[in-house]
């Protein structure tokens, strides 16, 4: 069983930046952020493989950075020039599979608030 645990949440002012962390309790393939925002889907942010691979969401092309540290065993996610449609609970997501796929382990959350 592989823990995660996210921290860096907020509230930011528009145009603003954040920069989340999660660290997992072992070595992991691939580690992934989702979010979801209130009445809505979970959807990908951004993933990235142990051999530094990423992959990211539509939402987050051109603004969100992942990141990861593999002694550390911890993922980063900083998030520049943010919207008020990025608000949303940012999710730490992990798997052993050595190919894209949906997590099969998560982290509690962290609320990201972008409000002025």
């Known amino acids: 069983q592989v823990q995660l645990v996210e921290s860096g949440g907020g509230l930011v002012q528009p145009g603003g930046s954040l920069r989340l962390s999660c660290a997992a309790s072992?070595?992991?393939?691939?580690m992934y952020w989702y979010r979801q925002a209130p009445g809505k889907q979970r959807e990908l942010v951004a993933g990235?493989?142990?051999?530094?691979?990423?992959n990211y969401g539509h939402s987050a092309k051109g603004r969100f950075t992942i990141s990861r540290d593999n002694v550390k065993n911890a993922v980063y996610l900083q998030m520049n020039s943010l919207k008020p449609d990025d608000t949303a609970v940012y999710y730490c997501?992990?798997?052993?599979?050595?190919?894209?796929?949906?997590?099969?382990?998560w982290g509690q959350g962290t609320q990201v608030t972008v409000s002025s």
């Open positions: 072992g070595s992991i393939v691939i």
């Open positions: 990235i493989t142990n051999g530094g691979v990423t």
């Open positions: 997501g992990a798997t052993y599979k050595t190919w894209w796929s949906y997590p099969d382990y």
